[in-house]
């Protein structure tokens, strides 16, 4: 018989969705497992940013901080197929920039985390197969001593574009097929000079070099993809394509990883299937035009993880975890949108240069180049808050910015607050506080907190990601019932955490 092992929340793949996810259950007090099909942590980094969007939502958990100790900030955002440089709107946003960091580092600072809060990281084991039952579900896998069961409560496919989670769960991922394949490079040029950081009209195409500490990514178009777009690219191959594209050659020192990917776009037609959820590219896979895989993967993971262990812990209200897929799966769609538009873009079509022309004129206005910014990178992400009105307080539905408070006497950032994990009620400047005692019995934390610029709110309660379920403006007019606010999203007592309320600041910003 097969070893086995029992965990509330079986977490399939260690990518930035599996392995935020995880920190974010653990930290919950969840028992949660995490199988990973490789032995080892691949050695080349696919993803080289973290975005303004993910920086604000680490912050919400503490987490920004490490990152940001380490990552280079850019003041602008990646734009794939026009000249234009996207600005980085600090009203959006706290973190206006784009950090660079490789993926490789992301993950290895949320793995960290995650074995911290106490998750369980089993490499080497590939999952293979998935069935589900009314309590939970039961999972197979091969590991480094052979098959393994594992028994969980929900799986959680973050096991990327090729999921074997969501086949297993029946879940369909429809979409195109890619229909233009790109060389990837990473590579040492025998001479610097040859391949100059930026982008290259050579008469066979175009190709764009990276730098990169020690080598150069590079990337050019594949002209001539095998049948099996998985068979390996060869360094040959490789330099004749270069060569074909500048129209000269390019002695190269040596290659670090060679790879090809293509422009497919797919979405689930659901992120749940029962006790079955999916995350990450395992729910979209799209062109990696304008940078943004990794950075949806964490949008997904820190949207779920509050909502799967509430309803683990048998305290989240009805409803709760479906309105995961409700909020991200249509985020997903305008990703899948912007990513093929901007992989377009980046064509060599002649009849896409009026359009080209007329977005870069347009673009060029500081007005649209921030509109496209904050739509580009979810800054202007705005949940539903079912009937409420939006139109009484700009907070509603968004992630509410990380004021400077003083709350109990101690100076405080609202990102502190809500890395508790728990609602937060808040009153600001001693505005009278709505329906105290009920918000604690359904496990918010209720905070009387003094705020140099609450921007025009009074009182607000926000979900335990950050996001703004209600606000009472000042003047009294509220975006609806506080006590359906706090029905829809707290729930009962039973979510009550113990994570303080009141943070130190938190370092960087
Ligand atoms: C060339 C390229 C460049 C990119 N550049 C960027 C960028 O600059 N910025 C950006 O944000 N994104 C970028 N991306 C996209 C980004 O890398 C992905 O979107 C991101 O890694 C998705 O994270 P994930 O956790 O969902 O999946 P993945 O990172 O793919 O992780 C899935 C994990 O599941 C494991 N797994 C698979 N099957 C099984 C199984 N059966 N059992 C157990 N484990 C399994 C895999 O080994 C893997 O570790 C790029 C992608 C490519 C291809």
């Not at 060389?183 to 040492?188: E, I, T």
């Not at 769609?333 to 002649?350: C, K, S, Y």
Request: glycine content about 12%; aromatic content about 4%; overall charge negative.
């Amino acid at each position: 018989m097969s070893p086995s092992l029992t965990t509330d929340v079986l977490i399939t793949g260690a990518g930035p969705a599996g392995l935020l996810l995880a920190c974010e259950l653990a930290a919950e007090g969840i028992d949660t497992t995490v199988i990973e099909r490789d032995a080892e942590r691949p050695r080349r980094s696919r993803g080289f940013n973290l975005n303004a969007r993910s920086l604000d939502l680490l912050a919400r958990r503490g987490l920004a901080a490490p990152f940001l100790a380490e990552g280079r900030p850019t003041p602008h955002g990646p734009f794939t197929g026009l000249p234009v440089a996207l600005p980085m709107p600090g009203a959006a946003t706290d973190h206006p920039f784009t950090l660079g960091i490789p993926q490789l580092r992301i993950e290895q600072i949320l793995e960290e985390h995650a074995l911290g809060h106490g998750a369980r990281l089993l490499r080497g084991h590939r999952l293979t197969a998935l069935d589900q039952g009314p309590e939970g579900t039961t999972a197979r896998a091969d590991g480094p001593d052979g098959p393994v069961e594992v028994t969980a409560g929900h799986t959680v496919g973050c096991d990327g574009g090729r999921s074997t989670v969501r086949k297993q769960a029946g879940i369909g991922f429809p979409g195109t097929e890619a229909s233009s394949w790109t060389l990837l490079g990473d590579v040492v040029p025998a001479d610097t000079d040859a391949l100059p950081p930026g982008p290259a009209a050579g008469p066979g195409g175009d190709v764009l070099v990276l730098p990169r500490t020690g080598y150069v990514r590079v990337l050019l178009a594949d002209p001539d993809p095998p049948a099996d777009r998985d068979a390996p690219v060869t360094p040959a191959g490789f330099a004749r394509a270069l060569e074909d594209a500048l129209g000269r050659p390019v002695p190269l020192a040596g290659h670090l990883w060679l790879t090809r990917f293509g422009d497919a776009a797919r979405l689930a037609d659901r992120y749940r299937a029962g006790r079955v959820l999916l995350a990450g590219d395992a729910a979209h896979i799209h062109p990696p035009a304008g940078a943004v895989g990794v950075n949806v993967a964490i949008e997904d993971a820190h949207n779920l993880g509050w909502k799967l262990a509430r309803t683990v812990r048998g305290s989240a209200p009805e409803g709760l975890l479906d309105s995961y897929e409700a909020e991200r799966r249509p985020a997903a769609e305008r990703v899948l949108a912007a990513t093929r538009a901007q992989a377009l873009l980046a064509g060599r079509d002649p009849a896409l240069e009026p359009l080209k022309d007329l977005l870069t004129r347009v673009f060029d206005r500081p007005a649209a180049a921030t509109a496209l910014a904050e739509s580009l990178l979810g800054l202007d992400t705005a949940h539903p808050m079912g009937a409420a009105d939006p139109g009484a307080h700009p907070w509603l539905g968004r992630l509410a910015p990380d004021l400077d408070l003083v709350a109990d006497g101690r100076r405080t950032r609202l990102s502190a607050l809500v890395a508790g994990r728990r609602p937060l009620l808040l009153a600001f400047n001693g505005a009278d506080l709505p329906l105290p005692e009920r918000a604690e019995a359904a496990g918010a934390a209720v905070v009387r907190a003094q705020c140099g610029d609450p921007q025009g709110a009074e009182a607000a309660l926000l979900r335990p990601d950050g996001h703004t379920a209600w606000v009472r403006a000042r003047g009294g007019r509220a975006t609806g019932d506080l006590e359906d606010a706090l029905a829809r999203w707290c729930g009962t007592a039973g979510g009550r955490l113990t994570a303080p309320v009141a943070g130190p600041v938190p370092g960087g910003r």
